[in-house]
């Protein structure tokens, strides 16, 4: 089809002018569309390590959250045994998860301020500092944050209190 195109675009421009020499026929779109070509691969690249740098992140949170309920676990046995309700225990370790989010938010937003005069030129219609988008990454990443401690917390609230102080 793009042949019969070709031919049929050097026909009119030959009908309006007979010795005009013709290399190669575009039509604006394609010639648009390889302009942005290294910035559309620039943008789809950033999107996927954004990506996996968002999945290691809750990895992480989820890894070190657990890790310190394992730890705790005998301090959430006495709670439950004097008296602390399952949902205290529970929003104990997502609190300890949200900290570790929030401080990570925060290192990450200063950075990326600082690092903000790397990324203007690949941006397009939004400022290199728009609250917008640093708000709306804030939010994901607390999100994220919540989510991945929720099942470190979910354990911790299930903790056999018997269990828990003849744990060692």
Sequence with gaps: MPAIRNVIAEELIWAVKKNQAISKIETMDQVLSESLARRRLYMILLGVFAGAALLLAGVGIYGMVSYSVNQRIREMGIRIAIG?????????????????GLLGIVIGIAAALGLTRLMASLLFGVSATDPLTFTAVALLLTVVALAASFLPARRAMRVDPIVALRHE
């Design 84 to 100: 602390a309700e399952r949902g205290d225990v529970l929003w104990l370790v997502l609190g300890h998860g949200a900290k570790v």
